[in-house]
């Protein structure tokens, strides 16, 4: 059982490229999630999804975009990437939006 | 809004040392509460967690009571070990809404000495 996958691990973007993070979890679950954690600020949700066909914004969702055009996956999109955007993504998942399974998360860098 | 305080770190322990990291929240009606470890390199895993009040939650020897007269979730471990080196975050996802969402705190980094 894979859990939550997210590719890539690692990315070196230079500032105004475009990128979409992967992520993909086997579990059937409804709830996703994306968050970013920069050191030691915790981690921020940026976007969400309750289902298939429903996104919605966290906290921090200026620069992103997400679909969720599946149950499976949940992409999420960096559009002119910038250097604030450098971060560690991770992506969740959770049957009920309660306990949350994490993907190992994707270190971007922006130069 | 939700939110959830940490005591912050980094904390350095001894082995076989006593740990408490103290947690509280600020959130309507009864949230679930959860505990999280992040070891070096890796995504969070849930470590415990409690769903009403005065709940225990218990794992690997962690423990955390849910005590809603103080909105706390406090951390203990009788005695850490080196392996317990990591960062552990408090969490609560509320008990009511369509937007089920997790709320973190900062952190706190918990490095244990042999």
């Known amino acids: 059982n894979a859990g939550v996958t997210q590719t890539p691990k690692f990315r070196i973007l230079k500032i105004g490229q475009s990128m979409t993070l992967q992520c993909a979890q086997d579990m059937n679950h409804n709830y996703m999630y994306w968050y970013r954690q920069d050191p030691g600020m915790g981690l921020k949700l940026i976007y969400y999804?309750?289902?298939?066909?429903?996104?919605d914004k966290g906290e921090v969702p200026n620069g992103y975009n997400v679909s969720r055009s599946t149950t499976e996956d949940f992409p999420l999109r960096l559009e002119l990437a910038a250097p604030s955007q450098t971060s560690v993504y991770f992506c969740a998942s959770s049957p009920r939006g309660e306990e949350a399974f994490f993907g190992q998360g994707t270190r971007l860098t922006v130069v | 809004g939700n939110s959830v305080t940490q005591m912050e770190g980094p904390v350095t322990l001894s082995e076989e040392a006593f740990l408490t990291i103290n947690c509280t929240y600020t959130?309507?009606?009864?949230?679930?509460l959860f505990w999280y470890v992040q070891y070096p390199g890796e995504g969070l895993q849930l470590l415990l967690k409690?769903?009403?009040?005065?709940d225990k939650g218990s794992n690997k020897g962690f423990e955390a009571t849910y005590r809603k007269e103080t909105t706390s979730f406090h951390l203990e471990k009788g005695s850490v070990q080196v392996s317990d080196s990591a960062v552990y975050f408090c969490?609560?996802?509320?008990?009511?809404?369509?937007?089920?969402?997790?709320?973190f705190g900062s952190g706190t980094q918990l490095t244990v000495l042999p």
């Open positions: 959130a309507t009606g009864y949230p679930s």
């Open positions: 969490a609560l996802s509320p008990s009511s809404g369509s937007a089920r969402q997790l709320t």
């Open positions: 999804s309750v289902g298939a066909g429903i996104t």
């Open positions: 409690a769903t009403k009040a005065d």
